[in-house]
């Protein structure tokens, strides 16, 4: 069966996903003599920055997602259409789904990434990812049942594993998330749970690498690590979790952490389509590009942002998986498909770092701009200011700034719901743990 | 298992349900040298006059939602436990739940009412009820996979069906949900699905009873009929539905409408606890209470709110199931048990009829004061303005706010976003229909 989109006479740009990426191509293609049918599984955009805040009862998740439609309502010759993509037959040029196959001119896979557990089964059953607003729900519920589970449960290690978190991974998303846990512990917990000795639960974050935010500069990850130490979080790096079992998590240091809210952020791979020849995926499911986002192999098959892996001399590893570059590869996109179109030379990306920051707690951010590093308050207010603008659509900035402000004079987090409450599919049968302990035996960094 | 409560020489009152009765009658008790401890099944009270706004993506779920412990946090010797009740114990006074039981002095039965099918299990298969926030999300999800579905069906009448909606039930809940939907249906969708052909797209109300809004006055009633009409939904009135099959509403007045997206708002009942006395369970299983609000047979456990049926000579059904009755009698029963516990003579129940509303769109709503009625734009702002009084916390509010002043300027409803897809859980064997229609064949009035 045919997707039900009108043939015309203009080439078809068909974009899948409704990222930074996707939704900034579509944009610069506005009226632009193209046809252009977005698809996306979802039929809004989810701003990722953000989703720790959801997890962590900050923010609505409806103030972090926008429609799509409403993004293009006056745009002529656009289709958005909802439908999670099977696989692209390259031969036929057309990508099937399961509303039906579309036929393309012009193929931009801008599909992003999606969590990697590197095939641990373990920890995919016994963790929980953040990448999606559903799952920063499922946290905020996990979060909230283990509290009020916590109150009733008789034996002290059982209730101090319910308090306990640990965080794996220690790039920005892990020290966010682990800095707004231990901000619910500092200001919310203790009222909300008045009979629980909240000196008890501890916020572990657990990182690989030599030090957190691999990304960033030296000043930055030992001031991240200070910040998070100042609000009591345990982090340990050069640490590698081995396995998690029975809400038990364990590492080649040796020691275990008992805690029921294990969070893992520790790995993401690209989210290719179905149907690219094997040579046009590489290590961690990428997507090679050339320098125009051209991938290997095709000339009207293109990749934009996470999933695409553009290898250079300076970056033998592809761009960061960063909004920036996705922002900065749709724009390009949109002039280069115009370019084609038009018999002109393309464009050859390139990266302009407008730099990077994470937020560990109130008054507390790093902040790495092309010209400046700055750390503290000033990298704080920043941060919001950024993020802030960055926000699709005007309604979901004044209600997240509400809530932010809200937050701010009230030492609070609004939004302590469990609509749904989550439950754990088990895979592995569950058995009681033998002995419980609270303390670990390796050392925090 | 004994519920985690410590044991004090204040008598403990144990409150089930957090809704409008229950969270006000906990406030009264405010140190009032009384152990309170409050259970619900959920960690939030809900603001249910404005679930239907959720249902129709003009407000966030979070914003209709409180936390309750923070509601409380406060308070001395006061309790949450979030956990269904499975029965109470009368014998040795104590409740029993999920996570233990709980001893009680004095038990207050407030939850509230439920959804009522009458038995009819095709009905409650086939259409969806609205009296939680996971419903109401439910039903936002619903609607708009529905209008994504029909972007592709390839036959005019499924076409149809998908963008129908069928309201069962002309009560306020019925009425605002319609008028909701005719706004969206004007204002949004054509925006949205500029493919699709909004003209088609068919409201539908159905009502057993002769008028609308049966509680409220013939004024009220004709006017909002006047406004629902204006807004291009059809009426049914002294309309009984019969049935529903594979999405087909059959009604005792012949006729069938084609709908995927039903509704039912046209029956309630009490939600007692199991364990009273038959005799204290009366029609509608609400419970029987005297006009202390004492529950039949038992002088230490009480009943408020919707799930209350005080009998009286000119209430022989009781009071209406209103937010107001339950705020006034949890108000009073705070009085009461103090004067209980002081030996002095206890006050009866005399509800103050504070008014009534109900809204059908912008500048359409009716009020019914005690000493003015008015219809329309006054109506409307009054509807606003109590809403936004009442809510449950000073953020929520100005959520609310920001949304509702979003709409009102922008004609749009900002969260139609699909953040969990509804997938119905078929019980009956799902049959392609033979003979789709569209129009039929009883005249709306």
């Given at each position: 069966?045919?997707?039900?989109?009108?043939?015309?006479?203009?080439?078809?740009?068909?974009?899948?996903?409704?990222?930074?990426?996707?939704?900034?191509?579509?944009?610069?293609?506005?009226?632009?003599?193209?046809?252009?049918?977005?698809?996306?599984?979802?039929?809004?955009?989810?701003?990722?920055?953000?989703?720790?805040?959801?997890?962590?009862?900050?923010?609505?998740?409806?103030?972090?997602?926008?429609?799509?439609?409403?993004?293009?309502?006056?745009?002529?010759?656009?289709?958005?259409?909802?439908?999670?993509?099977?696989?692209?037959?390259?031969?036929?040029?057309?990508?099937?789904?399961?509303?039906?196959?579309?036929?393309?001119?012009?193929?931009?896979?801008?599909?992003?990434?999606?969590?990697?557990y590197?095939?641990?089964?373990d920890i995919a059953n016994e963790s929980l990812p953040?990448?999606?607003?559903?799952?920063?729900?499922?946290?905020?519920?996990?979060?909230?049942?283990?509290?009020?589970?916590?109150?009733?449960?008789?034996?002290?290690?059982?209730?101090?594993?319910?308090?306990?978190?640990v965080?794996i991974?220690?790039?920005?998303?892990?020290?966010?998330?682990?800095?707004?846990?231990?901000?619910?512990?500092?200001?919310?917990?203790?009222?909300?749970?008045?009979?629980?000795?909240?000196?008890?639960?501890?916020?572990?974050?657990?990182?690989?690498?030599?030090?957190?935010?691999?990304?960033?500069?030296?000043?930055?990850?030992?001031?991240?690590?200070?910040?998070?130490?100042?609000?009591?979080?345990?982090?340990?790096?050069?640490?590698?979790v081995?396995?998690i079992?029975?809400?038990?998590v364990?590492?080649?240091?040796?020691?275990?952490?008992?805690?029921?809210s294990i969070i893992w952020?520790?790995?993401?791979?690209?989210?290719?389509?179905?149907?690219?020849?094997?040579?046009?995926?590489?290590?961690?499911?990428?997507?090679?590009?050339?320098?125009?986002?051209?991938?290997?192999?095709?000339?009207?098959?293109?990749?934009?942002?996470?999933?695409?892996?553009?290898?250079?001399?300076?970056?033998?590893?592809?761009?960061?998986?960063?909004?920036?570059?996705?922002?900065?590869?749709?724009?390009?996109?949109?002039?280069?498909?115009?370019?084609?179109?038009?018999?002109?030379?393309?464009?050859?990306?390139?990266?302009?770092?407008?730099?990077?920051?994470?937020?560990?707690?109130?008054?507390?951010?790093?902040?790495?701009?092309?010209?400046?590093?700055?750390?503290?308050?000033?990298?704080?207010?920043?941060?919001?200011?950024?993020?802030?603008?960055?926000?699709?659509?005007?309604?979901?900035?004044?209600?997240?700034?509400?809530?932010?402000?809200?937050?701010?004079?009230?030492?609070?987090?609004?939004?302590?719901?469990?609509?749904?409450?989550?439950?754990?599919?088990?895979?592995?049968?569950?058995?009681?743990?033998?002995?419980?302990?609270?303390?670990?035996?390796?050392?925090?960094?």
């Open positions: 069966m045919k997707m039900n989109i009108p043939e015309v006479s203009q080439p078809r740009v068909v974009i899948v996903g409704g990222g930074f990426g996707g939704l900034q191509l579509a944009k610069s293609l506005k009226n632009k003599d193209f046809q252009v049918v977005l698809v996306d599984k979802h039929n809004y955009h989810t701003f990722q920055p953000l989703l720790y805040q959801v997890a962590t009862a900050g923010l609505e998740p409806d103030s972090i997602a926008f429609p799509i439609r409403k993004v293009f309502k006056h745009y002529n010759q656009f289709y958005f259409r909802m439908a999670k993509v099977e696989r692209v037959d390259t031969e036929r040029k057309r990508l099937e789904t399961p509303i039906g196959y579309l036929n393309y001119d012009y193929l931009v896979i801008a599909t992003g990434s999606e969590t990697n590197f095939g641990k089964q953040m990448k999606s607003i559903p799952e920063a729900l499922n946290l905020r519920s996990l979060v909230l049942q283990n509290f009020e589970k916590a109150l009733t449960a008789t034996e002290v290690g059982e209730r101090d594993s319910l308090m306990n978190f965080v991974g220690g790039g920005p998303t892990g020290v966010e998330l682990a800095g707004a846990l231990a901000e619910l512990k500092k200001e919310v917990l203790p009222r909300d749970y008045p009979d629980l000795d909240l000196r008890r639960m501890q916020i572990h974050l657990i990182e690989a690498g030599p030090k957190l935010l691999g990304a960033m500069s030296e000043v930055s990850s030992s001031k991240s690590l200070e910040f998070l130490k100042d609000l009591g979080v345990n982090v340990y790096t050069s640490t590698m081995t396995g079992q029975n809400n038990v364990a590492t080649d240091k040796g020691g275990a952490f008992y805690s029921h952020t520790a790995g993401v791979e690209g989210a290719p389509i179905e149907g690219l020849k094997p040579e046009a995926i590489i290590r961690g499911k990428r997507v090679k590009v050339n320098e125009f986002n051209q991938v290997e192999g095709y000339d009207n098959i293109f990749a934009i942002g996470d999933v695409a892996a553009m290898l250079t001399t300076e970056l033998p590893k592809g761009h960061p998986m960063l909004a920036q570059v996705a922002l900065q590869q749709g724009k390009l996109l949109g002039e280069n498909l115009l370019n084609l179109r038009r018999g002109k030379a393309l464009k050859p990306f390139k990266y302009k770092d407008l730099g990077t920051m994470a937020t560990v707690g109130r008054h507390k951010a790093v902040a790495e701009l092309p010209w400046w590093k700055t750390q503290g308050i000033i990298a704080w207010y920043l941060w919001m200011l950024v993020h802030l603008m960055a926000l699709v659509g005007f309604r979901n900035r004044v209600v997240v700034f509400i809530n932010w402000m809200w937050s701010y004079f009230n030492y609070d987090k609004g939004v302590r719901l469990i609509i749904r409450p989550f439950v754990r599919k088990k895979t592995v049968d569950e058995q009681p743990i033998d002995h419980l302990q609270t303390s670990t035996s390796i050392k925090s960094a």
